[in-house]
C-alpha cells in the first residue's frame, strides 16, 4: 500500500501542478473553453449542405398555363428563389458568371405542346459546377420536383418512391456535423495543449528541473497526460451539452457508452499530442507539428466527406486516423444508439494507436536530446 | 594608422554623446511603472574608449539603446554626433555601429555571409571590403573557418563574428553593449584585444557596457550605474582614490578555509564593505568610519596588510553605500544551514574521506564528436567542487551526466553510492539540481512550486508541510508570491529551496552567478559555504574565474579533457608564474593544454 502511494502520490502532484500552471493563466481559461462554444456554433450554423434559399434564372419560352404550374411548382418547394426571369438564352450565360444565380432553368417554346401530346418534354438545366457540391444537391432537388410534377399530371398510379432516411429522418446536415464535432473540436484543442506540455517545459527549462527529480518517464507521462485527457472531456461535454440542449439533436444511445468512447478517443489524441511534443525542441516547432497533423486527421476522418469514397491507399491511411473513429463511434452511439457489441471494433484501431504513442513519448523524454 | 581618421576630423573639443536630465520609464512586470533611468547627466569624449559598469538592471542597456534611437527617453535631452535622436534617429544610425548583447547573427549563414551581408546592409564599396575583410578576420582569427555556419561556432567566436560585423565599416560612434558576457577568459581577453587595435587604428570613439571590472579600467573614463542611477563618473584612477587606504588583505590561520576567514568578515557588514577570497587569502575593504581597534577582534591575530586597491574596490563600496541608502541590504540570509555555520567551524573536519561522487573514464560523444574524453575524478562528502572550462568545453556535458540528465557514452559514474548508469532514479533521490536559468513555474505561487518539487521528491502530508515551512523561513520565501515576478535575487532562493526540499546529499549548480550583480554574487556564495558547512557537498559551474577561490577543489577542462584537477592553489602552481590570479592561472592552463595537444597530433587538426 505504501508502495503504491509513493507511485501514485507524485502523479497526483504532477496532474494538480499541470492543471494549476493550465487554469492560472487567465488566457488559458478563455482559450481552453470559448473556442469550443463558438465553433460548436459556427459548425452547427454554417457548415451546412441543406439547400435554402437557392437563386435562379428561369427562361420560359413556353409562356403556358403547363410551363407555369412547373414553375409554381419549384417555388412553392421553399428551396428555390427565383433571381431573374430571363428572356433570351444569351442571358443564361451572363447571370450564371456573375454568379446572381447557381442554375438556370430553360423551358422550351414547345414545352406545353410537347406535354400535351404525351411525349417527353426536355428541360434544360444549366448549373453553376465552382461548387459541385451545391450543384449536385439542387440538380437532385429539381429532379424530384419534375418526378412529382409528372406525378400530378399522371393523376396518381406508377410507382411512388417513399424516403425514409434512419437516425436523420430529414437529413439535415447539422446532425451529422455537430455530434462528430463532440470528437473533432475536442482533439483540435487536446492535441494542441498536450504537444504544447513537454515542449513548454522545455524551452522553459523546467523539463530539466522535472528530469532531474526521481519521477520515471512512465510518472511523467501519466501525470502530464491525464490532465489533457480531463481537459480533452471537458470540451467534449460543452460540445454535447450545445448539441442536446442548444440545437436539440435527439441523442438515441447511452451516455456512459459515449464517454467510454470519448475516453478512448481523447487517449489516443493526447497520445499524438504528447509524442509531437516530446519531439519538439521548442514550443513553435510543437504548434507546426500539431498543425501539419491537424489538417490530414480531419480531412481523412469521414467527418464532412466519407472514408469510403476515398481512394484505396488513402482509407487504409485512416486507420491510424483516431479521429475517424472517434468521429464514426460518437455519430453511432448518438443518432444511431449503437452499443457496445455495435462499435467496439472502433476501439481497437484507437487502442493501437494510444499504445504505440504513449511510451514513445515517454521514451522520448529523457532520449530527445537538445 | 590612418591619415585622416574620422576622429579627429570631429572638433576635439566637441562630444559625441551628450546626456541632460535623461529619464526612461518602463513599465515593471507587476505593471507598475517605474524608472529604468533618471537623472543622468552623461558625455562621451571623441576618440575615446569610455566604460558604462554596474549591475544587471543598472540601466547599461536602456542607456545604449536611446543612444543608438532604439529607445525614446521620456524626458531630458539627447544629443548624439551633434543631433537630436528623438527627431534624427535615422541620421544618427546610419553613422553609428551598435553591437546588441545578443547580436543578430544568422545562424544557417556562413561566417564569409554573415560579413557580406551586414557589408551590404552598411553598403561598404567592393575596394572596402578587400581591405578589411582579410584584416578582420584575420584579427578575430575566424581566416580559418570562413565556410562554418555561425550556428556552429563557440559562444566565444559568435561574439567575435558579431563584433567583425559591427565593424565592416569604420563607424562614428561605436556602442558595445555587454560583448564579453557569458564569454570564457579567453575569448574575453581576444575580444579586448580587437577592441584596443581598432581604436588604435581607426580612433573609434567607443561607448561599452561591462560587468567586469578588469575591463573598464582599460577605459579613460567609467560611469559607475545602479539601479537607474549614475553614482559616480570618473578616470579608473580617480574612482581607485575613493578606496585609499581602505583595501585590506588578511592570510587565514593555518588549516583555516579562506572561505571561512571570509565568511566571518563579510557577516559584519557594519564594519566590511566586501571580503573575497583570493589566492589563499582574504581580499576586503574596510568601512571608512572603522577605526583598527574596531577590527581587531575580527582579524584578531591573522596577518593583515594592507593592499593597493583596484578600480573593482571603488565599485564595491559605491554599491554598498547606493544599496544601504535605498535601505534594503541583499544581505545573505543567516543560519541557512543552522546554528553551527556561525561558529566559523573548520570546513575540513566535517569532510569524510570516502568520495560521494566516483568518475572514472568517463566517455561522452555526440556522433563523431567527442564533448567528454576519458575524465576521472573524486568529490568528496561536503566538499566545493568548481567545473571550469571555456565555452564549449565539455563542462555543461560533464555536469549534465553527473545530475543523470545525459547517459554517458562509456565510463563508470557512480554518485552519492549509486551507480549512474544502473540506479538514476536512486541516485536522483539524493541529488539537487539548480538550473543555470530560473527554471520553475513562473505563474505558480513560491508555495505551489515547493508543493510540487516536495511531492515529486516523494514528501507528502505532514512531513511536506513542515519540509516547506523551515525552507520559506530559511530562505525568506514569501509564499503566496507569483514566482515569475519575483526580483532575480529571489528567484534564485526559491529555485535553491526547491533544489534542497528532499534535503540532498549533494547540490548541483548550473552558472548560478551567471547575470547577476556583485552584492547578489556575495550573498550567494555566502549560502553555498553555509550549505557546505553542514555536509552538502555542492558542484558548480562558473565562468567567473575569481568564484573559483570558494571551491575546495576545481577541475579545469578545455576541449573535452581534463587539464587540471585540485586546489585552487595548487592550480595556480601548475600554472607556474603565469598563475598570479585565477584567471590568469586559467588562461595559461588552457593556452598550455592547447600547445600541448597541437604538437602531439597536427595531422588531425589538418584533416579536420
Known amino acids: ?370 | 594608422m590612418s591619415v585622416a581618421a574620422p576622429g579627429e576630423l570631429l572638433p576635439r573639443k566637441r562630444p559625441v554623446v551628450v546626456a541632460r536630465d535623461l529619464r526612461k520609464v518602463f513599465t515593471g512586470p507587476d505593471a507598475v511603472p517605474f524608472d529604468a533611468l533618471r537623472d543622468v547627466h552623461f558625455e562621451v569624449a571623441p576618440g575615446t574608449l569610455t566604460a558604462l559598469v554596474g549591475p544587471d538592471g543598472a540601466g547599461k542597456t536602456t542607456l545604449m539603446r536611446m543612444i543608438a534611437g532604439l529607445l525614446h527617453p521620456d524626458g531630458g535631452t539627447l544629443e548624439v554626433l551633434g543631433l537630436d535622436v528623438r527627431h534624427e534617429a535615422q541620421a544618427v544610425q546610419n553613422r553609428i555601429s551598435y553591437m546588441p548583447q545578443r547580436f543578430g547573427l544568422y545562424e544557417d549563414l556562413s561566417i564569409q555571409e554573415n560579413l557580406d551581408l551586414y557589408a551590404d546592409l552598411h553598403g561598404v564599396s567592393k575596394e572596402t571590403r578587400a581591405e578589411r575583410f582579410p584584416r578582420l578576420l584575420a584579427m578575430t582569427d575566424l581566416a580559418r573557418f570562413t565556410a562554418r555556419p555561425a550556428g556552429q561556432l563557440s559562444g566565444g567566436m559568435k561574439q567575435k563574428l558579431g563584433l567583425a560585423c559591427t565593424l565592416v565599416r569604420v563607424p562614428d560612434l561605436l556602442l558595445l553593449d555587454e560583448p564579453s558576457v557569458g564569454v570564457d577568459p579567453l575569448s574575453r581577453r581576444d575580444l579586448w584585444t580587437i577592441i584596443e587595435q581598432m581604436i588604435a587604428e581607426e580612433g573609434l570613439s567607443v561607448l561599452v557596457s561591462t560587468a567586469y571590472m578588469d575591463e573598464a579600467e582599460r577605459c579613460e573614463r567609467v560611469h559607475v550605474f545602479n539601479k537607474g542611477e549614475q553614482l559616480a563618473q570618473g578616470t579608473p584612477q580617480e574612482l581607485r582614490t575613493r578606496v585609499a587606504g581602505l583595501t585590506w588583505v588578511a592570510s587565514p590561520r593555518s588549516e583555516e578555509p579562506a572561505r571561512d576567514l571570509q565568511a566571518r568578515l563579510i557577516d559584519a557588514s557594519e564594519r566590511i564593505v566586501d571580503a573575497v577570497p583570493s589566492g589563499g587569502e582574504v581580499r576586503y575593504i574596510r568601512r571608512p568610519e572603522v577605526t583598527d581597534e574596531q577590527l581587531d577582534d575580527l582579524v584578531g591575530d591573522r596577518v593583515a596588510r594592507p593592499r593597493e586597491e583596484e578600480l573593482e574596490d571603488a565599485f564595491m563600496l559605491l554599491l554598498r553605500e547606493h544599496e544601504s541608502d535605498r535601505n534594503q541590504v541583499p544581505g545573505p540570509s543567516a543560519d541557512v544551514a543552522g546554528d553551527e555555520v556561525r561558529s566559523g567551524s573548520s570546513t575540513s573536519a566535517a569532510k569524510d574521506e570516502a568520495p560521494i561522487i566516483e568518475v572514472r573514464d568517463l566517455v561522452r560523444r555526440f556522433g563523431d564528436f567527442t564533448a567528454v574524453a576519458s575524465t576521472s575524478f573524486d568529490v568528496r562528502r561536503g566538499e566545493i567542487f568548481g567545473l571550469l572550462g571555456p565555452n564549449g568545453a565539455g563542462k555543461t556535458t560533464t555536469f549534465r551526466m553527473l545530475c543523470g540528465l545525459l547517459p554517458a557514452t562509456s565510463g563508470h559514474l557512480e554518485v552519492a553510492g549509486v551507480n549512474l548508469r544502473t540506479a538514476r532514479a536512486t541516485a536522483r533521490r539524493r541529488i539537487g539540481y539548480v538550473a543555470q536559468k530560473f527554471a520553475l513555474y513562473a505563474n505558480l505561487s513560491v508555495r505551489e512550486n515547493l508543493e510540487f518539487f516536495g511531492g515529486a521528491y516523494g514528501l507528502r502530508g505532514r512531513a511536506l508541510r513542515d519540509r516547506i515551512r523551515v525552507i520559506e523561513a530559511q530562505f525568506e520565501l514569501d509564499p503566496h508570491a507569483q514566482s515569475g515576478i519575483l526580483p532575480h535575487g529571489y528567484k534564485q532562493r526559491l529555485a535553491m529551496a526547491a533544489g534542497l526540499i528532499h534535503e540532498p546529499r549533494i547540490l548541483f549548480l548550473d552558472e548560478p552567478t551567471s547575470g547577476i550583480d556583485p552584492l547578489a554574487r556575495r550573498a550567494f556564495w555566502r549560502t553555498i559555504t553555509q550549505l557546505s558547512q553542514s555536509g552538502v557537498t555542492i558542484i558548480v559551474t562558473t565562468h567567473f574565474m575569481e568564484e573559483a577561490e570558494y571551491c575546495d577543489r576545481i577541475a579545469i577542462q578545455d576541449a573535452g579533457r581534463l587539464l587540471a584537477l585540485g586546489t585552487p592553489r595548487k592550480v595556480r602552481e601548475q600554472a607556474g608564474e603565469r598563475g598570479r590570479d585565477m584567471n590568469s592561472a586559467f588562461i595559461a592552463i588552457v593556452e598550455q593544454g592547447r600547445e600541448a595537444s597541437m604538437s602531439r597530433e597536427p595531422e588531425t587538426e589538418a584533416v579536420s
Open chain 1, 1 to 370: 500500500m505504501n508502495e503504491f502511494a509513493a507511485l501514485v502520490f507524485p502523479i497526483l502532484t504532477l496532474i494538480r501542478k499541470e492543471l494549476l500552471a493550465i487554469f492560472k493563466d487567465p488566457a488559458n481559461r478563455i482559450v481552453l473553453f470559448a473556442p469550443a462554444f463558438v465553433q460548436t456554433l459556427l459548425f452547427g450554423y454554417g457548415a451546412s449542405f441543406d439547400l435554402t434559399n437557392v437563386p435562379y434564372a428561369v427562361l420560359d419560352q413556353s409562356h403556358s398555363a403547363a410551363s407555369s404550374a412547373f414553375l409554381a411548382h419549384l417555388d412553392g418547394t421553399g428551396v428555390f428563389r427565383r433571381q431573374a426571369t430571363l428572356s433570351t438564352p444569351g442571358q443564361i450565360a451572363q447571370v450564371i458568371d456573375q454568379g446572381r444565380v447557381i442554375m438556370a432553368i430553360s423551358l422550351p417554346s414547345d414545352f406545353a405542346d410537347t406535354l400535351a401530346a404525351g411525349g417527353d418534354a426536355p428541360v434544360q438545366l444549366i448549373l453553376d459546377g465552382r461548387n459541385s457540391t451545391t450543384a449536385g444537391a439542387a440538380s437532385g432537388y429539381i429532379a424530384a420536383v419534375a418526378t412529382a410534377f409528372n406525378a400530378r399530371r399522371s393523376g396518381g398510379g406508377g410507382i411512388t418512391l417513399v424516403r425514409r432516411a434512419w437516425f436523420n429522418p430529414n437529413l439535415e446536415s447539422r446532425w451529422q456535423i455537430v455530434p462528430a464535432m463532440i470528437a473533432t473540436l475536442s482533439m483540435l484543442q487536446t492535441l494542441l495543449l498536450a504537444a504544447l506540455s513537454v515542449a513548454r517545459e522545455r524551452e522553459q527549462g523546467t523539463f530539466d528541473q522535472l528530469l532531474v527529480t526521481p519521477l520515471t518517464p512512465l510518472q511523467i507521462l501519466v501525470g502530464k497526460a491525464i490532465p489533457s485527457i480531463m481537459i480533452g472531456m471537458l470540451q467534449s461535454s460543452i460540445v454535447l451539452m450545445i448539441a442536446l440542449f442548444w440545437f436539440q439533436i435527439p441523442m438515441s444511445g447511452s451516455i456512459a457508452l459515449l464517454y467510454l468512447g470519448l475516453l478512448g478517443f481523447t487517449g489516443a489524441a493526447v497520445g499524438i499530442g504528447m509524442s509531437l511534443s516530446a519531439l519538439a525542441l521548442n514550443m513553435q516547432q510543437a504548434m507546426l507539428y500539431t498543425f501539419l497533423v491537424i489538417m490530414p486527421l480531419t480531412l481523412l476522418s469521414g467527418l464532412i466527406t466519407p472514408v469510403r469514397n476515398m481512394p484505396q491507399v488513402l482509407q487504409i491511411a485512416t486507420y491510424v486516423n483516431p479521429l475517424r473513429f472517434g468521429v464514426d463511434l460518437v455519430r453511432r452511439v448518438y443518432l444511431e444508439g449503437a452499443g457496445l457489441g455495435d462499435i467496439y471494433p472502433d476501439f481497437i484501431p484507437m487502442f493501437a494507436v494510444a499504445a504505440v504513442t504513449l511510451p514513445l513519448a515517454a521514451w522520448l523524454f529523457r532520449h530527445r536530446l537538445a
